[in-house]
């Protein structure tokens, strides 16, 4: 090797030895500041004022969008936080007076536990998103990397604000658990505007189709009246399965429901079935009944998805039919098939049978607070529903128009046999009730009317009448004048010992 060679490999050798000082010292530098950078994220994890320099911090960066008091307290094991405040530029408002809570980070295995979190009252105005809805997919998994344990998590009260209108629900307590893929939830409580509210569920997010268990309840109040639900859950997320219970205004309910939360049309079938349903309940001055409502609706095939279109057959059954003078319903039953959606519900092959084989068919639609109904009313007999009426067998069309509040009825019934014929035309609004070419015959006689029956706090009316030949007698039954039975002479008979008496005779005056 020249003297030259030499020269070249110490200054080599040399320069490899500063490189490699660079790089340890490079190391040392980077373990320094991940050191720091750890010891301060332990800092402002674990003590209590690095975590008031980090809300300081926070409260400072986001320019008066959160704002609060720190009372104490540190990130990794609770705080203690009064006064929050959340208002962004989208319009989101979100204030809570006090927030305690007290939770930790446990290894081997990793879970978080939340001992206990209370928050007092929750004003929340949240503005409705301008966005298009996303049809929400049904996940793959729904396993939590760490298990978490939530033993007491609770909320005085939350008023959410939409435009003027508030709505509140309070004293809500929760807890819950999970092992990372099994997941339980129980809601202990809930008060809502509607009544108070109890649930729980369990959930296995392992795979698909995610089997689910759980059951609800409810208690509440309408019209002053106790009622009382419950729900049971089966089935899975994707196809779930409820049943329902339900007691109250002196009826019980059932209903039985078949969903597809996460598919273009998310009702599968619905079964409802109500029994004991009682007019009086509703309205002490109605006449007695004994309903039993049942009503079964599935999807519409080959119609629009996003229409959510409905149908299926729906029955009224009178297990108490009878006349009006007993306090009771001349209802037996009756049946239709109904189609619901957003915009329409129509009634179709409405069949309802009265007392005295009396039928009533037709049926309408509704949509948008206006609605038509075209019945068809036949051997319809009076005296079936009010006995101190005669006997007749009405026929005819019956036609109801609704426009918001305002409704308008008109009818032509006739019974040629016994010479008797209704027509009228009523129009009804919350301030009065026309009468509109109103007319009674009966035999060569009528009875025509018209004006109107004010709904004011005198009950006015202004009504004009024309009888011609009218009889009002011809309408009531006719009760057959029977003679009465001839009295029979009784016999005296006496005893075979007793003497004869002696016949008195009678002196002439």
């Given at each position: ?13 040399a ?33 209590e ?28 094991t ?56 996303k049809?929400?997919e ?33 004293r ?13 939830a ?13 649930a ?20 509440g109040k ?9 729900a049971?859950l ?27 939360p996460?598919?273009?049309?998310p009702?599968?079938?619905?079964l409802?079935?109500?029994d004991h ?29 996003k229409?959510f279109?409905?149908?299926g ?24 098939n ?13 069949n309802v049978?009265l007392?005295?084989n009396?039928?009533?068919t037709?049926g ?18 009076l ?11 009405f ?6 128009v ?18 008797i014929?209704?027509q ?20 060569k ?5 018209n ?11 202004d ?17 057959i ?6 009295v ?22």
């Amino acid at each position: 090797m020249t003297a030259a060679q030499g020269r070249h490999h110490r200054r080599a050798g040399a320069a490899g030895g500063r490189l490699l000082r660079w790089i340890v010292a490079l190391l040392l530098v980077v373990v320094v500041i991940v050191a720091l950078a750890v010891g301060t994220v332990f800092y402002v994890l674990t003590t209590e004022r690095g975590t008031r320099y980090a809300w300081e911090a926070a409260t400072s960066l986001l320019k008066g969008q959160l704002t609060g008091k720190l009372d104490g307290g540190a990130i990794a094991t609770g705080l203690q936080l009064r006064d929050v405040h959340w208002k962004d530029a989208k319009g989101t408002d979100i204030a809570v007076d006090s927030v305690s809570g007290h939770w930790a980070l446990t290894r081997e295995p990793l879970r978080f536990t939340i001992d206990y979190l209370h928050v007092e009252t929750i004003d929340a105005r949240i503005p409705p998103s301008n966005e298009p809805s996303k049809k929400i997919e049904l996940p793959r998994d729904l396993r939590i990397p760490i298990q978490l344990v939530i033993n007491d998590l609770s909320v005085e009260k939350l008023r959410l604000h939409q435009g003027a209108t508030t709505t509140e629900f309070s004293r809500l307590l929760f807890n819950g658990r999970s092992d990372g893929q099994h997941h339980e939830a129980t809601v202990q409580r809930l008060d809502t505007p509607f009544g108070s509210v109890t649930a729980s569920a369990k959930l296995d997010g392992g795979a698909r189709p995610f089997p689910l268990s759980g059951d609800a309840g409810y208690a509440g109040k309408v019209n002053g009246e106790a009622v009382n639900a419950s729900a049971r859950l089966s089935g899975a997320l994707e196809d779930l399965i409820a049943d329902v219970d339900a007691s109250g205004i002196k009826l019980n309910g059932r209903a039985h429901v078949e969903a597809l939360p996460f598919a273009d049309v998310p009702l599968k079938s619905a079964l409802v079935t109500v029994d004991h349903v009682n007019p009086q309940a509703f309205a002490p001055g109605a006449p007695e009944a004994d309903l039993a409502v049942r009503a079964e609706v599935k999807p519409v095939e080959g119609t629009d998805p996003k229409a959510f279109v409905v149908a299926g057959p729906v029955s009224i059954v009178n297990a108490k039919p009878g006349s009006i003078d007993r306090k009771l319903l001349p209802l037996i039953d009756a049946r239709a098939n109904v189609r619901l959606d957003a915009s329409e519900q129509s009634i179709t092959d409405l069949n309802v049978r009265l007392v005295k084989n009396a039928t009533v068919t037709g049926g309408g639609t509704l949509a948008g607070g206006k609605g038509k109904f075209d019945l068809k009313v036949a051997k319809l007999d009076l005296n079936a529903i009010e006995p101190t009426l005669r006997p007749t067998d009405f026929a005819g069309p019956i036609g109801i128009v609704l426009d918001g509040d305002k409704q308008s009825i008109s009818a032509d019934l006739n019974d040629p046999k016994a010479a008797i014929r209704a027509q009228a035309r009523v129009k009804l609004d919350p301030k009065q009730t026309s009468l509109d070419e109103v007319k009674l015959t009966v035999g060569k006689g009528r009875v025509e009317a018209n004006g109107v029956l004010k709904k004011d706090a005198s009950s006015s009316y202004d009504l004009k009448a024309k009888f011609i030949d009218f009889n009002p007698l011809l309408l009531q039954q006719q009760l057959i004048a029977q003679k009465p039975a001839p009295v029979k002479k009784r016999s005296r008979s006496r005893h075979p010992e007793s003497p004869p008496r002696p016949r008195v005779r009678s002196k002439p005056a």
